[in-house]
């Protein structure tokens, strides 16, 4: 695991604040703007879109609507061509995604392959927590959220030449059980963590001060700042599915790889999925008082001695 990007609670709070009340403004204002393999895209609905099956849903919106709905509520921060250079950009952290790479990193296939629809659809849907992007799905609806999705496959050439296989599909994603946290468990999935070197970057005891956490760069040239486990905050979601989810897939366009080829055993994956979710700390009073004077901010320019 290495590049699940994080901030501080002040941090995210002020990016949250900057994009909720760009997003509002825009909204107000009415305002509107405008490794898989290659070959033409299949048309229509079906796998060949992702759509989850749901293919007369997905007629019912427009690339059209998802591009006046993208100015009102994306720009903000996205800004008005997708590519991440709003106003508000540069004192966002994590800063916003730059759609028109077609890198999604929040995906149910294989790291390289194009994301399902209906993945890109629950980052819309669902916000990514710990980050200003907020969940749309008590603002807009269905096919609103739809037409968004319809609208970000526009941004990015990818979507034009490439097709999604049923075989980028990461198999069991929706029908994993992830263990109860006993003893044996989290001493498995402890084991897990320190063969597939996660301590590396996201540090021995998953607190994002790993001795390699300060060389990542992102595929933007950007520097891709290690997770802090212990926060309990992931983009992906915080359900235990979702964390596995992250972990088969890796997060393309960061150097987070995917590890459903290098951890083999379904049980070692089960286990340091509840291994990372133990590391999850209250920041109660006794932290505070106690350990905070050797935890490391999770954008401080190095590991605590």
């Not at 290659?38 to 007629?59: E, H, I, K, L, S």
Request: hydrophobic content about 35%; overall charge positive; some cysteine.
């Amino acid at each position: 695991m290495k590049c699940f990007s994080n901030c501080t609670p002040s941090s995210r709070r002020w990016a949250t604040i900057v994009a909720t009340v760009a997003c509002g403004g825009l909204a107000l204002a009415g305002v509107g703007c405008g490794s898989a393999r290659p070959t033409q895209a299949a048309p229509g609905g079906g796998f060949g879109t992702g759509d989850g099956g749901d293919a007369v849903a997905w007629r019912s919106a427009t690339p059209s609507e998802g591009r006046r709905l993208f100015g009102a509520v994306c720009a903000g921060c996205h800004g008005a061509n997708g590519d991440g250079k709003s106003r508000v950009a540069a004192v966002m952290v994590p800063p916003p995604r730059d759609l028109t790479r077609g890198e999604h990193r929040f995906r149910s296939t294989v790291s390289g392959a194009l994301p399902l629809r209906t993945d890109m659809l629950r980052s819309v849907r669902e916000g990514l927590p710990g980050t200003a992007m907020p969940a749309w799905k008590d603002r807009l609806n269905a096919q609103q959220l739809r037409s968004i999705v319809l609208y970000l496959e526009t941004l990015s050439p990818r979507f034009a030449n490439e097709t999604r296989y049923p075989d980028d599909v990461i198999a069991d994603l929706d029908a994993v059980e992830i263990p109860a946290a006993t003893s044996e468990v989290l001493a498995r999935g402890e084991q897990v963590y320190v063969q597939a070197k996660c301590g590396q970057c996201h540090g021995a005891k998953g607190r994002g001060d790993g001795l390699a956490a300060h060389t990542h760069r992102n595929s933007d040239g950007t520097p891709s700042h290690v997770f802090d486990f212990t926060w309990g905050i992931y983009k992906g979601g915080t359900d235990p599915k979702a964390v596995w989810r992250t972990f088969m897939t890796g997060l393309d366009g960061s150097p987070m790889p995917a590890y459903d080829q290098s951890i083999a055993d379904p049980d070692d994956r089960k286990a340091l999925v509840a291994y990372v979710l133990s590391l999850g700390r209250s920041r109660g009073a006794w932290f505070w008082l106690s350990e905070r004077p050797t935890w490391r901010e999770p954008m401080e320019a190095g590991p605590t001695p």
